[in-house]
Nanobody, 122 residues
Framework: QVQLVESGGGLVQAGGSLRASCAAS????????MAWFRQAPGKERDIVAL????????YYADSVKGRFTISRDNAKNTVYLQMNSLKPEDTAVYYC???????????????WGQGTQVTVSS
């Protein structure tokens, strides 16, 4: 019943921008912290950004701080990740995740989307 569906990934040149979206259904969206994780080939799944239930607090990995922005629209049950000044190192599958209590650790998240591919060319 719970679904998280990502969209908005794609291929972009270094320095470009993308906006990923994650549409949630089957859960009380406003009661869940939301996060974006990413996983590159051969690498662990790492936190990118998280946002608390009301959007009052955010966290960013050092590698994306100042370039990425996480936001949410609880009326639309959607969380976004605005990605600016993209670098080839940002290339990964980006996953949306939901948890009743937010954290930076992937194993604590209860629900996951299928992922959306972001590829940044040099």
């Amino acid at each position: 019943q719970v679904q998280l569906v990502e969209s908005g990934g794609g291929l972009v040149q270094a320095g470009g921008s993308l906006r990923a979206s994650c549409a949630a259904s089957g859960l009380p969206f406003s009661s869940y912290a939301m996060a974006w994780f990413r996983q590159a080939p051969g690498k662990e799944r790492d936190i990118v950004a998280l946002i608390t239930t009301r959007g009052t607090t955010t966290y960013y990995a050092d590698s994306v701080k100042g370039r990425f922005t996480i936001s949410r629209d609880n009326a639309k049950n959607t969380v976004y990740l605005q990605m600016n000044s993209l670098k080839p190192e940002d290339t990964a599958v980006y996953y949306c995740a939901a948890a009743r209590t937010g954290s930076t650790t992937a194993r604590t998240y209860e629900h996951w989307g299928q992922g959306t591919q972001v590829t940044v060319s040099s």
